[in-house]
């Protein structure tokens, strides 16, 4: 009986201690492989967006062309200005600051007024993170914009980039969604993202008029060939969700005031 006591003492023993240093191993190597998980997420995205500015290819070293051609600059998107000082804004790095975190955060975001809420969103950041590319004369060639809108399942997160003249699409990717892969996820096919390069997002009044359209567009009609995308099969929802948030962060509540400033400058 003692005996027996004494194996069951053990076993308990042995299964606690297997416990806790499997705990620790867990715990440890959560926190040693954080550092990597930060910098592997940061270089993800850096390719996603340089894929999307037509700059990514065999060979391109992420972090030197983003060292050497890209400004990353913070929008207050209350004013459309370029914020020339972060840290007087509370903003210490521009280069980790998280746009999600803030849109979170009531002191650093306000809610979007339901009317104007087009993409679902609820809040949005005061300041956002934009991304300009120059050329090798210095000048702007392109602007990066993050986007973000609900779609059928998900919030989608992504980049829109616009040429030199701010209107001209040079290419849209998705980093993050919850689409259902074949229908809405095909928001990453790069066949269709293919179909984006040269879409026109404003009509000549400076209203948002690229959407992606049920069915296809008309190849015949000159506006559709101009400003509009093929709809993705199956996947209205989704669609209508990626038209909307192209409206929203496009227009006067999202980066149309900051475009038209940029714009004015000679940009
Ligand atoms: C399991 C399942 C997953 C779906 N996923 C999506 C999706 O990710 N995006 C979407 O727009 N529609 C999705 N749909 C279809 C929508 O319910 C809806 O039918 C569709 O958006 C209508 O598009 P259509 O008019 O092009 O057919 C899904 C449907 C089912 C049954």
């Known amino acids: 009986m003692s005996a027996n006591k004494e194996s069951i003492g053990r076993v308990f023993t042995v299964a606690i201690v297997l416990c806790v240093v499997s705990a620790l191993f867990v715990a440890g190597s959560v926190v040693l492989l954080r550092p990597d998980q930060a910098a592997n997420k940061l270089l993800d995205t850096q390719t996603n967006i340089l894929t999307a500015a037509g700059l990514y290819g065999d060979g391109v ?45 009531p002191a650093r975001s306000e809610a979007i007024p339901a009317e104007r809420d087009i993409a679902k969103l609820k809040r949005k950041a005061h300041f956002a ?62 066949k269709w993202k293919a179909l984006w390069p040269g879409k026109k997002i404003y009509d000549d009044a400076g209203n948002v008029v690229a959407h992606l359209k ?50 004015a400058q000679g940009a």
Do not use: C
């Open 129 to 190: 993170k934009v991304y300009l590319i120059k050329g090798n004369d210095g000048a702007l060639e392109k602007v990066v914009l993050p986007v973000s809108g609900y779609g059928l399942w998900s919030t989608m997160y992504g980049y829109l980039v616009l040429g030199a003249d701010l209107n001209t699409v040079v290419g849209i990717t998705f980093t993050e969604h919850g689409e259902t892969p074949g229908l809405g996820g095909e928001i990453d096919n790069p």
């Open 214 to 263: 049920k069915g296809g567009i008309n190849k015949e009609d000159p506006l559709d060939v101009a400003h509009n995308v093929d709809g993705l099969a199956g996947a209205t929802l989704t669609s209508d969700g990626v038209s909307h948030l192209v409206k929203f962060w496009l227009g006067d509540d999202g980066f149309g005031p900051f475009l038209k400033k940029l714009k």
């Open 61 to 105: 070293n992420v972090s030197e062309v983003f060292e050497q051609r890209i400004d990353i600059r913070l929008v207050d998107l209350r004013s459309g200005e370029l914020v020339s000082d972060p840290a007087a804004v509370g903003i210490a790095d521009v280069v980790t600051y998280d746009q999600g975190v803030a849109t979170k955060d």
